[in-house]
């Protein structure tokens, strides 16, 4: 009998936040090395080609995540997973055996087609299973897995990076994390269309007339959380690649880089323990806000940070602030979606907000390249404080 529920459905559920790290640690295998990659083995210096990785990976990314979503209910979240999957095998191995940028490139189109089919779906497929009541901590648990990944392996790589070289050590783990995945999301994981089913039966959320268009910006709650996902991974575009270039120029080394970048997604893992669940209990407008306005907050302290310890303690800080939106943007568009559609506002939402990679990754590099790091790492965080004030005069109060 099918039923909605953590506990109801906790093997699955477990089945999934485990193939999510899995997704987070094939992200994390880039976060550290790959600009040094692009300056010491391709002799690229100007950072709007070093971070053109970024743009096409948010690009890509972006899109999928809007077919996943709107293909979700026609064939099935399984499908979508599993083929996610085959799309990563060759991602490690084209950066093992890279001979120039374009292979680099061409690497991270897969990687970003991969993380849009394999964490739109895990998203999609946690909500479906949990019901109404446990949304935040369920995206809590999701997102703390994949980003937790994420800074684990991009220190475990800096650290083979600094022993061992930037490649291909550290890529090995990738065809392990791809082989894992895979195995798992054709063999283990079941289809979630029948909890669909009974939470439609269930629901009285009026449908939305353009799923796209109330997403993007119509809807003023909706379009709210669309933007702010939007800033968020502005930032988080600019930190993947400029923080790393900034560390190097202010004398840090490689394994230092690499504890400062990964700690910024550690702390943002392991928070969303916590605001997962708050998220379900909390106003998500407030959450919302407060999260933002610390993430620009931090941004803009990062100029005059000179010591290991500063950087540390405002990538732990930016962590923080990003825990506490991060779930509850997925919880809360769940919210205002009636459950036929929620896949496809998924979608959406995941498109604007992962072309945010893209866009603050071009703007970091031309900002960059044009005024200085300093300049790029002002407009990003500017951009995210506004942001906040948008929520702050636009969502609705209310607790949902």
Request: with cysteine; glycine share 12%.
């Amino acid at each position: 009998m099918v039923e909605l529920g953590l506990r109801q459905n906790w093997k699955q559920f477990t089945l999934l936040v485990a193939i999510n790290a899995f997704v987070g640690g094939m992200v994390g295998l880039e976060r550290t090395i790959l600009p040094e990659i692009a300056g010491a083995e391709f002799g690229i210096a100007a950072k709007t080609a070093i971070l053109s990785f970024i743009v096409v990976f948010g690009v890509a990314k972006a899109i999928s995540n809007y077919y996943t979503g709107a293909l979700a209910d026609k064939v099935g979240r399984k499908t979508l997973l599993t083929s996610g999957w085959v799309i990563a095998l060759p991602v490690p191995l084209l950066l093992i055996y890279a001979p120039d940028w374009s292979w680099v490139i061409f690497a991270n189109i897969l990687l970003g087609v991969h993380q849009g089919l394999c964490w739109s779906s895990t998203v999609v497929m946690k909500i479906d299973l949990v019901g109404e009541k446990e949304r935040g901590l369920a995206m809590g648990l999701n997102e703390s897995a994949g980003y937790l990944a994420v800074g684990a392996v991009a220190f475990l790589t800096g650290w083979m990076a600094a022993e061992y070289g930037p490649r291909p050590y550290p890529f090995y783990l990738g065809i392990g994390f791809a082989l894992i995945g895979l195995f798992s999301s054709w063999f283990l994981v079941k289809d979630t269309e029948h909890h669909v089913a009974l939470e439609t039966a269930r629901s009285d959320t009026p449908p939305l007339t353009n799923v796209f268009w109330e997403t993007t910006w119509k809807n003023k709650n909706l379009g709210s959380i669309t933007q702010a996902g939007v800033a968020n991974n502005l930032n988080d575009g600019m930190v993947w690649g400029v923080l790393p270039i900034l560390l190097a120029a202010k004398g840090f080394g490689l394994e230092e880089i690499g504890k400062i970048a990964a700690l910024y997604p550690i702390v943002w893992g392991l928070g969303q323990l916590l605001t997962g669940k708050l998220a379900d209990h909390l106003n998500k407008k407030m959450m919302l806000a407060a999260g933002m306005l610390l993430q620009g907050a931090a941004l803009l302290l990062m100029i005059y940070a000179l010591s290991f310890t500063q950087f540390a303690a405002l990538s732990a800080t930016l962590g923080v602030g990003t825990a506490i939106v991060y779930p509850t943007f997925l919880a809360a568009i769940a919210d205002y979606s009636p459950p036929q559609q929620r896949a496809e506002s998924i979608g959406v939402f995941r498109l604007w907000r992962d072309l945010g990679y893209a866009i603050g990754a071009l703007l970091a590099g031309v900002v960059a390249d044009t005024l200085g790091i300093a300049c790029a790492v002002a407009m990003i965080g500017g951009l995210t404080i506004i942001s906040a004030i948008i929520i702050w005069i636009r969502m609705d109060g209310r607790c949902v």
